[in-house]
């Protein structure tokens, strides 16, 4: 009886035909696995610094200076400029129209200023013209006699509230940008800066001053108090 020799395999051929490992680090699972909206999300926005926010406040202030100004003539102003400029491409013929209207925009607001309201015994709203002596009305229609109307004379505030509505309106026109591209279409580097700097100054100066100074009249285009 014979034994046969059992053959015992090579270690080449165990280890050729042993699979390949493969190693992933780390870093390219985290890579794999995170979801598509992370990889794609923008980073955060900046915060804007402190003189940009200084700026946004001071410009919405600005803006905000027409309610001190007559509701009509803001909204004549709203109206007619577009329509006087030719949105803002103006000519020889459109320029002085623009100036002229411009100019009786901020009469009426200097004007304005002079006038006042009271109310009548039958509950009716009259409006006058302050005067030296006392008010001008415009049109009184009552059965009882004239009230007594010194208290509605012109004091030395009134100046002031007038002063100071020119140039609040000048402040307002200079922000708009039809009246810019009307009479600067382009401006040089020092204009620019004047024109940027100018509206911002006499809108927070005009606003201190009519603060410290407010004025008790409600006349043609600002509304009236119950109490009046």
């Given at each position: 009886?014979?034994?046969?020799a ?30 598509e ?35 009509g ?41 002079f ?6 015994p ?8 302050a005067?030296?002596k ?5 049109d009184?229609q ?23 509505s ?8 200079l ?7 009307c ?10 800066e ?7 100054g ?27």
């Open positions: 009886m014979s034994l046969r059992r053959p015992i395999p090579s270690k080449e051929t165990s280890i050729s035909n042993t699979p390949p490992i493969t190693t992933t680090t780390s870093s390219d699972s985290d890579d794999d696995n995170t979801p909206t992370l990889k794609s999300q923008p980073p955060p926005p900046t915060s804007p610094s402190f003189s940009q926010g200084a700026i946004s406040q001071t410009l919405t202030s600005t803006a905000n200076l027409a309610n001190l100004l007559p509701t003539t803001i909204l004549a102003f709203q109206l007619l400029t577009p329509i006087f400029t030719t949105n803002g491409s103006c000519d020889s013929a459109t320029r002085p129209m623009t100036l002229i209207l411009l100019l009786l925009l901020a009469t009426s607001c200097f004007l304005s200023s006038t006042d309201s009271f109310k009548s039958e509950g009716q709203v009259y409006y006058g013209f005067t030296f006392g008010m001008w009305l415009f009184y009552s059965n009882t006699g004239l009230p007594d109307l010194s208290k509605y004379r012109v004091t030395p505030i009134d100046v002031v509230h007038a002063v100071l020119m140039l609040v309106f000048v402040a307002v026109a922000r708009d940008k039809n009246v810019l591209s009479f600067y279409p382009k401006p040089a580097h020092e204009t620019q004047v024109l940027d700097i100018v509206p911002i006499i809108g927070l100066i005009c606003s201190l001053l009519f603060m410290v100074f407010p004025t008790r009249r409600h006349g043609i285009g600002y509304p009236v108090t119950p109490g009046k």
